[in-house]
């Protein structure tokens, strides 16, 4: 099982960026999907997450402008964020909750983070 992430990159402020994930593997379940992020010398923060039946859930700072969204038919979470600011640059990890095999725990999985820097 691995989780892929598209996306990232350089842009200004007050631009927008879309990150995408995929799961790839064969697994038994997918539960909360959602993305981290990381700046440099910070623990790593919630951005969002999203549950298997589309309920999202955000960090007061990301709220009004980064949405969360999942296709479960296809495995993937998206985070578009809107209006971001030199404080939103950090690598960004997407994370999904797993049930590889039906006798399974669910087990957090986590992708190879994606570098967002945002110019001012």
């Known amino acids: 099982v691995q989780l892929q992430a598209f996306g990232g990159g350089l842009v200004q402020a007050g631009g927008s960026m879309r990150l995408s994930c995929v799961v790839s593997?064969?697994?038994?379940?997918?539960?909360?999907m959602g993305w981290y992020r990381q700046a440099p010398g910070k623990e790593r923060e919630l951005v969002a997450s999203?549950?298997?039946?589309?309920?999202?859930n955000y960090a007061d700072s990301m709220k009004g402008r980064f949405t969360v969204s999942r296709d479960n038919t296809k495995s993937t979470v998206d985070l578009q964020m809107n209006s971001l600011s030199p404080e939103d640059t950090a690598a960004y990890y997407c994370?999904?909750?797993?049930?590889?095999?039906?006798?399974?725990?669910?087990?957090?999985?986590w992708g190879q983070g994606t570098q967002v820097t945002v110019s001012s």
């Open positions: 994370n999904a909750g797993i049930r590889p095999h039906r006798f399974s725990v669910a087990t957090d999985y």
């Open positions: 999203v549950t298997n039946a589309g309920s999202a």
């Open positions: 593997g064969r697994v038994s379940s997918i539960h909360d």
